[in-house]
């Protein structure tokens, strides 16, 4: 079992990190926004705190860039900011089903929809199902002799460890180490690999794809071609059924139908699938699965709940928990590079940081009191600035922050001096005053995604 693998992922699957396939996973920073949040998340503040601030800093997808901050009320968001975004195909549909829109890593996308918004949502994947656009997801085509030896040696992962109809949870680093994205890539033939990077993220990794590429090799950015939407929860396999396409396929295996790719990946930490087609189709398959969604008793889910719930589950979203600034040994994401490979983008720095004691890590903060962290609050160690201890840890920061919808406390993901570990208790500076939290190995809730 590669090194900090999760007991319960096997060995050659991506974690649910995107999949609303970002790898993902799942998509910015520029993806931060602040928003009401929808009925229901003001139930679990304390008194003093205002409900919006629960829905505050919901990142929805996992790209990389700087903070988009629109007003709550999306009617108030200038025009000319709404009309520079890229928009889903199916924008008139979530308009028409009442979303509330937002920038995430360039586009236009759902934060929530009316009648019930994001504690709704949420609840609705973790115990029916809920339906996802995330089509701002890049879609790259690789193809040609060649191909997989061309990713082995960008990528992090070893690409020879899956064949064709399976898929991987991969990272691209730079020179240093650092993640400048992180992906899934889908082989579909022994010379061609489809891969989902984030939103904002696309263009470098294509840039990285392109540098050096061997003359029978073609890289191909298909970002506008391909709609990507994702079912995901319990009742996932009842809502395929019912509109005709295939489920129950192996997790990490996809199966085509006609013109429907059904990839057994998912982003939520439960049961789902995301599927694959032309943008052009993407309105008549949106329509169905709606019908079937809200006839298993779920519903169309926004960003926001996507948000939560990842969180919830501790995959890390780039442009917050990661970046170039975060290598995979401190993510904890060693069990995505392959390490045996001769090869690749950052391989000599990352070997060095594997060897050498560490210096932060990520993990999860689950809260004592009442407290809802925020990405950026500061987080001091056990001991710091009390003289007890004569080398405290220098404790940490919030790298994503909310309130659980299933726990209905406030949970974190955090990056902390290694010398914290699991089971210590440490202050969250939380407006000005201190909150304790203990520090957990998430997932904070059970991981359903091979249910």
Request: with cysteine.
């Amino acid at each position: 079992m590669a090194p900090d693998q999760p007991a319960d992922r096997p060995p050659d699957d991506p974690p649910d990190l995107r999949c609303d396939l970002s790898g993902g996973r799942p998509d910015g920073r520029d993806d931060v926004l602040s928003s009401e949040g929808g009925a229901g998340l003001s139930s679990g503040p304390r008194d003093d705190e205002p409900a919006d601030d629960l829905a505050s800093e919901l990142p929805g997808g996992r790209s990389a860039g700087p903070p988009v901050v629109p007003p709550a009320d999306p009617a108030q968001v200038p025009a000319a900011a709404l009309t520079s975004l890229r928009r889903s195909p199916l924008h008139a549909r979530h308009v028409a089903a009442g979303a509330k829109l937002a920038g995430f890593g360039g586009w236009e996308m759902p934060l929530e929809y009316g009648g019930g918004g994001v504690l709704a949502e949420h609840l609705a994947v973790r115990t029916a199902v809920g339906l996802f656009d995330v089509s701002h997801l890049g879609t790259v085509g690789v193809r040609g002799p060649g191909t997989r030896a061309h990713l082995d040696a960008v990528l992090s992962n070893d690409l020879g460890r899956i064949g064709p109809g399976r898929s991987q949870y991969t990272l691209c680093c730079d020179e240093a180490g650092g993640i400048v994205d992180d992906l899934l890539a889908y082989v579909l033939a022994e010379d061609e690999v489809l891969l989902i990077p984030n939103a904002a993220n696309a263009p470098a990794v294509l840039d990285r794809l392109r540098a050096d590429l061997p003359t029978a090799v073609e890289v191909t950015d298909r970002h506008a071609e391909v709609a990507v939407l994702a079912v995901q929860g319990p009742r996932s396999d009842q809502v395929l059924a019912a509109v005709g396409l295939p489920a129950g396929h192996p997790y990490g295996s996809f199966v085509v139908e006609g013109p429907v790719t059904v990839c057994r990946t998912g982003y939520t930490g439960e049961r789902g699938y995301e599927l694959l087609v032309s943008a052009a189709g993407a309105g008549e398959l949106w329509d169905s699965l709606v019908a079937a969604v809200l006839a298993a008793g779920g519903r169309r889910a926004g960003l926001g709940a996507r948000d939560t719930l990842r969180t919830e589950m501790g995959f890390p979203l780039h442009g917050a928990d990661i970046g170039p600034d975060v290598t995979p040994v401190q993510a904890r994401l060693g069990w995505a590079v392959g390490w045996a490979k001769p090869a690749f983008t950052g391989r000599d720095a990352l070997v060095a940081a594997k060897a050498a004691p560490a210096d932060r890590r990520l993990w999860g903060l689950r809260a004592v009191g009442r407290g809802i962290p925020r990405p950026g609050m500061v987080v001091s160690a056990p001991g710091a600035g009390t003289g007890e201890t004569a080398d405290p840890p220098a404790g940490g920061r919030v790298t994503s922050g909310t309130f659980s919808p299933t726990l209905r406390t406030g949970i974190a993901l955090a990056l902390l001096d290694a010398r914290i570990t699991v089971g210590q208790q440490v202050s969250v500076s939380v407006r000005g005053r201190p909150e304790l939290f203990e520090v957990v190995r998430p997932p904070f809730v059970p991981n359903r995604t091979l249910a």
